[in-house]
């Protein structure tokens, strides 16, 4: 298809093939030397005592649930409305996921009241999302955790380059993990990283990130191991030197591509306030600074979310719906193991949200020209 306006893009310019080149020439190819400055340029910038790049966030969410100490039936709160690996990767550990339901329909982040309502005596950790990279509701579910003697992880697959209460997000829990997927507001192609300032937790996380192993193979080619003991269950979830550098290129433009999501975020507030008033926005009230990863809206009660996309679509803009619940997906409610939840707000937001286009390339025109699709597929579906 080819769109109008996509939704969304990537910002890739002579820097990331020079990144890749200069990789290819060095001819040192996995985790070296090129991984730990991105590594150290990423801990440097949200203040954190230890990065560790791996292959993608799945991986660094399996790793987290690991570390984090989850065993076969501990309990582990999720929210609903997420991508599917969030609570994947309670299930790799064999923890059953707990689906929490979200604050509003004006804030889409997992509502503290409904964490503290699931917790059991076999709970042993909540993963929170930062949906769109607008912070949860940190203080109050850091303090539940504290009380109940919770581990707390972040999925901050969309939030690399958000602060809120005095944190960069990521930072803000044990466990922070970041992705690179291709749609993030960076990329590596594929690629995550993993965020923690507890020197135990970093060295189980290195541990797991490959093999177990006590040395890896770039410290033999420095001469500094000769030999290795196997210590834990291990994976290979490293990353490549190649998508380390194409990491170091991205991240130096995260501020400015950031900053610019979020003038255009306030630029399609301003236009759906003027020209289609009954559309919803949540997180107009955000706390703190937005990486603005998504542009979610909701719908007025009563239209038909399909017709409206289709709408865009013929008007040559691609939306997109983040997220179909996961407590619906079959293989969630085919699990005996996973107890049912009433979620009704995750439920009447899956509904009603539409997730418009969102990039830093995106003109300022861009957004005028995808809210007046809005307002034209929503008179179009009221004929
Ligand atoms: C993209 C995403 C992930 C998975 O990231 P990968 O790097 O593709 O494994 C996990 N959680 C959320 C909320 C995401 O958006």
Redesign the pocket.
């Known amino acids: 298809m080819n769109w109008r306006i996509p939704l969304a893009d990537i910002d890739f310019g002579p820097e990331e093939t020079a990144a890749v080149q200069s990789i290819l020439e060095k001819r040192w190819l996995t985790m070296g030397e090129v991984t730990q400055e991105f590594e150290q340029a990423v801990a440097d910038f949200i203040g954190a005592r230890h990065t560790i790049a791996v292959t ?4 660094a ?1 399996h790793m987290a649930c690991l570390a984090a100490g989850i065993h076969p039936g501990d309990e582990v709160i999720v929210p609903s409305l ?2 599917v ?2 609570s994947n990767t309670v299930l790799y550990a064999g923890g059953i996921p707990v689906f929490a339901d979200i604050t509003s329909t004006l804030d889409l982040n997992i509502s503290p009241e409904s964490i503290e309502k699931n917790i059991t005596p076999r709970t042993r950790a909540v993963i929170v ?1 930062h949906y769109g990279g607008y912070a949860c509701d940190m203080p109050a579910i850091t303090d539940i955790a504290r009380r109940h003697n919770l581990r707390l992880i972040e ?1 901050a ?2 939030a690399i380059g958000s602060e809120a209460d005095g944190k960069k997000l990521g930072n803000a829990s044990d466990i922070g993990c970041y ?3 291709s749609n ?1 507001n960076m990329t590596t192609a ?3 990283m993993l965020v923690t300032n507890d020197d135990g937790l970093a060295k189980q996380l290195r541990l797991l990130r490959s093999h177990g192993m006590t040395s890896l193979t770039w410290d033999r080619h420095q001469g500094h191991a000769w030999d290795y003991d196997v210590v834990a269950l291990g994976y290979n979830y490293r990353i490549d030197e190649i998508r380390s550098a194409i990491g170091l290129a991205q991240f130096k433009k995260l501020p400015a591509n950031n900053e610019r999501r979020r003038f255009l975020s306030q630029r399609y507030r301003d236009l759906i306030h003027e020209l289609t008033p009954d559309v919803e926005i949540p997180f107009e009230n955000h706390r703190g600074v937005s990486a603005a990863h998504l542009m979610p809206v909701l719908l007025p009660k009563g239209i038909q979310r399909n017709q409206i996309m289709e709408g865009m679509k013929s008007r040559g803009i691609q939306t997109s719906h983040h997220y179909p619940p996961i407590h619906h997906f079959t293989a969630y409610k085919n699990n005996p193991a996973i107890p049912h939840k009433d979620l009704p707000v995750t439920d009447e937001v899956a509904l009603r949200e539409v997730t418009l286009p969102l990039y830093p390339g995106m003109k300022d025109e861009d957004v005028n020209i995808v809210v007046e699709a809005l307002q034209g597929a929503i008179a179009d579906s009221r004929k």
């Not at 993608?56 to 991986?59: I, L, M, S």
Request: net charge negative.
């Open positions: 993608n966030a799945t991986a969410l997420t991508f690996a969030t999302v999925d697959a969309h992705s690179f997927f993030k594929e690629g995550g």
